[in-house]
């Protein structure tokens, strides 16, 4: 099972939890990227910088997703913008974008449906993937994911569903006495 982090942004007054998981490997490296919510203020983002040496699939071949994750969308290598279509999923489930790309250019990414963005920042000389999965209410809808790219980059995604990472609660211990 690969590693998330969660993170919690505010959406007009609502808070909403959104859990994310930003590597630059197929789930074995594990890094950071904030979405930003799409309103007039949005928050900070960051994107992942390389934390492994392995070597990365070629950008033509979409992310991975892990087993007990499932496919609701995919696009294979691309330039330029684009928009994909996403399946609906089960109630609670949670969305994951995918996205691997090399080329120098920072790529945005927005999914109207739960109200996020993000860019990514790709490398020249570089093949990176980053993974976001956003466990926030309206996550099991279908949708579209649109993407901005320049022409530099070269990108492919894939987008699927799973059940949203929990936030890990720190246990509380008491001395003996």
């Known amino acids: 099972m690969s590693h998330r982090n969660l993170a919690g ?42 934390a492994d040496s392995s070597p990365q699939p070629p950008v033509q071949v979409p992310p991975e997703l892990d087993a007990d994750e499932t496919l609701a969308g995919r696009q294979n290598a691309t330039v330029g913008n684009a928009s994909i279509d996403f399946d609906k999923g089960r109630k609670g489930d949670a969305l994951i974008v995918a996205v ?25 000389d570089q093949v990176s993937t980053t993974y976001n999965e956003m466990g926030v209410s309206g996550a099991d809808r279908g949708g579209v994911v649109s993407v901005e790219a320049p022409s530099s980059v070269h990108w492919s995604m894939t987008i699927g569903r ?9 246990t509380a211990t008491t001395p003996s006495s």
């Open 9 to 50: 942004i505010s959406v007009a007054g609502t808070v909403l939890l959104v859990a994310l998981t930003g590597c630059t490997t197929d789930h074995t490296a594990a890094g950071r990227s904030s979405p930003s919510a799409l309103s007039p203020t949005p928050t900070s983002a960051g994107t992942t910088a390389a």
């Open 100 to 124: 691997r790309c090399r080329g120098a250019g920072t790529v945005k990414v927005a999914v109207q449906s739960v109200h996020v963005t993000f860019p990514l920042e790709c490398l020249a």
């Open 162 to 170: 799973g059940e949203p990472a929990q936030e890990e609660t720190p």
